[in-house]
């Protein structure tokens, strides 16, 4: 069945993905992103692919943006099925180093985006009593990881956000929520990781550089083993299986690696649902 999937930060990389791969299977797309110049490579992507899509201006620090762009998607295909929160930004960096700025940013840009966006369209779904939240988390919502402290935060409160969420509106309104949880991607989004801690001063001389060093050092030779890093094709996917299943997971990692990873963690209940159940039989029985 064709769904309306709006779908944010499809400027590069998965959100690009995303959007072709839902456009072939015969959704209707709405691919945003915060700077509409910066929509040259979805459309050479669409053009290549021969499919269509509806692409609006959305940035998901800002509210007004993402009403405007949930409204304009109603009025054009009637309703939104689908909501993939897609946009993101990594940091890395100790909290000892990292400015109370950076640390604002990082929080708004990864978990605020997406209770924004979320905001905008929940009331939507429920009145339909049907929809479908899918948030691009990562296994580090799961997991910590060095220097990766301020990211993590962010992460693990869009996977406990999505997970509360998850035990009253979906068996009372129908409404799904899914945190997909890749490994790393192979696109910008490592590089522009990189670039950001260039453009915050780079390797600071401490006590942390030697440690960092080695975390950038193994960052780099995992680049070139294919066991962590998945295309962005890949990843996208994945997210497509969770948008057309009947029965969406709460949570899915997107990879064999990401799953021996996680393992400690997920091994008990892979797909949330255990623990969902388990929540609503304790809290709303």
């Known amino acids: 069945m064709s769904k309306s999937i709006l779908i944010t930060g499809c400027s590069s990389g998965l959100g690009i993905s995303t959007a072709i791969q839902a456009a072939k299977a015969g959704h209707t797309v709405f691919a945003t992103m915060r700077n509409l110049e910066r929509r040259e490579a979805l459309d ?3 053009q290549q692919a021969g499919v269509a899509l509806h692409v609006l201006a959305l940035d998901v620090q800002d509210s007004a943006t993402i009403t405007a762009a949930v409204d304009q998607a109603i009025a054009e295909a009637g309703r939104i099925d689908v909501l993939i929160n897609n946009a ?3 940091y890395v960096r ?4 990292a400015t ?3 640390i604002n940013w990082v929080m708004d840009v990864n978990f605020m985006g997406v209770v924004r966006c979320t905001k ?3 009331g939507h779904f429920r009145k339909q ?3 479908h939240v899918v948030t691009v988390s ?3 919502g799961l997991v910590g990881q060095p220097f990766n402290e301020i990211y993590c935060g962010a992460k693990f409160g869009v996977e406990g956000y999505m997970e509360a969420m998850a035990s009253y509106i979906t068996p009372n ?3 799904y929520f899914t945190c997909v949880e890749p490994g790393g991607i192979a696109s910008e989004f490592a590089a522009n990781v990189m670039k950001q801690v260039e453009g915050t001063g780079g390797m600071l001389e401490d006590e942390y550089l030697p440690i960092l060093q080695k975390y950038v050092g193994g960052a780099q030779a995992r680049a070139g083993t294919g066991d962590i890093y998945q295309t962005a094709d890949e990843v996208a996917a994945v997210v497509m299986r969770c948008v057309e299943a009947e029965d969406p997971p709460i949570r899915t990692r997107t990879s064999n690696w990401g799953e021996d990873f996680c393992a400690l963690k997920t091994a008990p209940d892979p797909d949330g649902k255990k623990l969902q159940q388990q929540v609503i039989d304790q809290f709303l029985s």
């Open 44 to 46: 050479a992507a669409a």
């Open 88 to 90: 993101g930004a990594g």
């Open 94 to 97: 100790s909290t000892e180093q």
């Open 100 to 102: 109370e700025e950076d």
């Open 120 to 122: 905008a369209v929940i």
């Open 129 to 131: 009593r049907a929809g």
């Open 138 to 140: 990562s296994v580090g």
């Open 173 to 175: 309104f129908g409404v």
